[in-house]
């Protein structure tokens, strides 16, 4: 586990973030401008010093009291907004310096990380020479050579534009595939935060307003993040069959099974879906000659009404609920035509376009 709790005053600005959140995966640290993220990860890097503040990393305490290991004391790698490469030194030799700085036997090997970032190719290039992207993906590269227990990584797709985001996505997603090294993300960017994160910490004004699961956080009616424009739930599944004829995949989620365009792997694969609440209506029995693919049985959990007359309903999939949850955009009428309350047995009925986002 990674606990933290930091607190004091930053100039004008009061920081008292306190989590504890799971040792491996991703986990991202999400809320406005100005809400503290980046503060959180500079006293996790040692970078600044608050009286009274605690960290521990997997049982090891970096901070607490009297205790404070220095930033050099600290095994992490830390991904910045901009890439800062040297120069003068090719990509190779700035991947290279990450290796020295580790000081030690190699978990993480070169070779491994050139082809999880598949970066041979650029090995002798001038870092003058990269595109934006390719310029991330060395970055994260030479942190991943430091050997880090721990990598930090300060939004690192904000300065790119979104051609070169949607390329280094997949890279981001084949680390955390392969590799065990817990991951602080800090966004602002929910798309990049359902796409990577196992674990969510919400932030507001330099305090944590919830941690947990992100499934769990993006459905929770006491949080804001359920009245953003377009909500939408994320679902971990995995496959269970591929139909090449059709050029679908079938997906075993919690609650049920989804037919989602593409071949996804072979039977075993797990991968994640992102279900936009405005691509899944309701319906008291199941669809007669529809386009609709897919089409399950769930509960009604609650409801919330937002601006326009819409609802946006939670939803536990499964014949009596329990399973995955999601969310249905719908409008006001159509929850009053159809009587639907808290505790109903429905059908969602999901466009099958809505279902495209599975991890490698």
Same mark, same amino acid.
């Given at each position: 586990?990674?606990?933290?709790?930091?607190?004091?005053?930053?100039?004008?600005?009061?920081? +008292?973030?306190?989590?504890?959140?799971?040792?491996?995966?991703?986990?991202?640290?999400?809320?406005?401008?100005?809400?503290?993220?980046?503060?959180?990860?500079?006293?996790?890097?040692?970078?600044?010093?608050?009286?009274?503040?605690?960290?521990?990393? &997997?049982?090891?305490?970096?901070?607490?009291?009297?205790?404070?290991?220095?930033?050099?004391?600290?095994?992490?790698?830390?991904?910045?907004?901009?890439? +800062?490469?040297?120069?003068?030194?090719?990509?190779?030799?700035?991947?290279?310096?990450?290796?020295?700085?580790?000081?030690?036997?190699?978990?993480?090997?070169?070779?491994?990380?050139?082809?999880?970032?598949?970066?041979?190719?650029?090995?002798?290039?001038?870092?003058?020479?990269? /595109?934006?992207?390719?310029?991330?993906?060395?970055?994260?590269?030479?942190?991943?050579? /430091?050997?880090?227990?721990? %990598?930090?990584?300060?939004?690192? @797709?904000?300065?790119?534009?979104?051609?070169?985001?949607?390329?280094?996505?997949?890279?981001?997603?084949?680390?955390?595939?392969?590799?065990?090294?817990?991951?602080?993300?800090? /966004?602002?960017?929910?798309?990049?935060?359902?796409?990577?994160?196992?674990?969510?910490?919400?932030?507001? #004004?330099?305090?944590?307003?919830?941690?947990?699961?992100?499934?769990?956080?993006?459905?929770?009616?006491? %949080?804001?993040?359920?009245?953003?424009? &377009?909500?939408?739930?994320?679902?971990?599944?995995?496959?269970?069959?591929?139909?090449?004829?059709?050029?679908?995949?079938?997906?075993?989620?919690?609650?049920?099974?989804?037919?989602?365009?593409?071949? %996804?792997?072979?039977?075993?694969?797990?991968?994640?879906?992102?279900?936009?609440?405005?691509?899944?209506?309701?319906?008291?029995?199941?669809?007669?000659?529809?386009?609709?693919? &897919?089409? @399950?049985?769930?509960?009604?959990?609650?409801?919330?009404?937002?601006?326009?007359?819409?609802?946006?309903?939670?939803? +536990?999939?499964?014949?009596?609920?329990?399973? #995955?949850?999601?969310?249905?955009?719908?409008?006001?009428? /159509?929850?009053?035509?159809?009587?639907?309350?808290?505790?109903?047995?429905?059908?969602?009925?999901?466009? #099958?376009?809505?279902?495209?986002?599975?991890?490698?």
């Amino acid at each position: 586990m990674i606990e933290a709790d930091f607190r004091g005053r930053l100039g004008g600005f009061d920081l +008292s973030a306190r989590f504890t959140v799971p040792g491996r995966g991703i986990t991202a640290l999400f809320g406005p401008s100005g809400c503290g993220k980046t503060s959180v990860l500079r006293g996790m890097a040692g970078l600044m010093r608050l009286p009274g503040s605690r960290l521990a990393v &997997n049982g090891e305490v970096w901070q607490e009291g009297r205790r404070f290991l220095p930033p050099h004391r600290r095994a992490i790698g830390y991904v910045f907004q901009e890439a +800062s490469l040297f120069p003068h030194l090719s990509v190779e030799q700035n991947l290279r310096f990450g290796l020295r700085r580790s000081g030690g036997a190699a978990r993480i090997g070169m070779e491994e990380v050139i082809g999880l970032l598949g970066i041979a190719p650029l090995l002798d290039r001038p870092t003058a020479m990269l /595109s934006g992207g390719e310029r991330q993906r060395i970055a994260i590269g030479r942190a991943l050579l /430091s050997q880090p227990r721990l %990598l930090l990584m300060d939004e690192p @797709l904000s300065a790119l534009d979104r051609f070169s985001k949607d390329e280094i996505l997949p890279y981001l997603e084949r680390l955390h595939a392969a590799l065990s090294i817990p991951v602080l993300y800090v /966004s602002h960017d929910i798309t990049e935060v359902e796409r990577l994160a196992d674990t969510l910490v919400l932030m507001e #004004a330099g305090r944590v307003r919830a941690a947990g699961p992100i499934a769990d956080l993006l459905a929770d009616p006491s %949080l804001p993040l359920i009245r953003m424009p &377009n909500p939408a739930a994320v679902v971990d599944g995995r496959v269970v069959a591929t139909d090449p004829a059709y050029g679908l995949s079938e997906v075993e989620v919690p609650g049920g099974r989804l037919m989602v365009p593409g071949d %996804l792997g072979a039977p075993g694969t797990r991968c994640r879906l992102r279900i936009p609440a405005s691509d899944v209506s309701l319906g008291r029995g199941m669809p007669e000659d529809t386009t609709i693919l &897919n089409a @399950l049985p769930a509960r009604i959990e609650g409801a919330e009404q937002g601006p326009g007359h819409q609802m946006t309903v939670r939803l +536990s999939l499964g014949d009596q609920g329990g399973g #995955a949850a999601i969310l249905s955009g719908i409008s006001r009428l /159509s929850w009053d035509r159809l009587a639907l309350r808290p505790g109903d047995l429905v059908v969602a009925r999901l466009k #099958a376009v809505a279902l495209a986002h599975p991890d490698p």
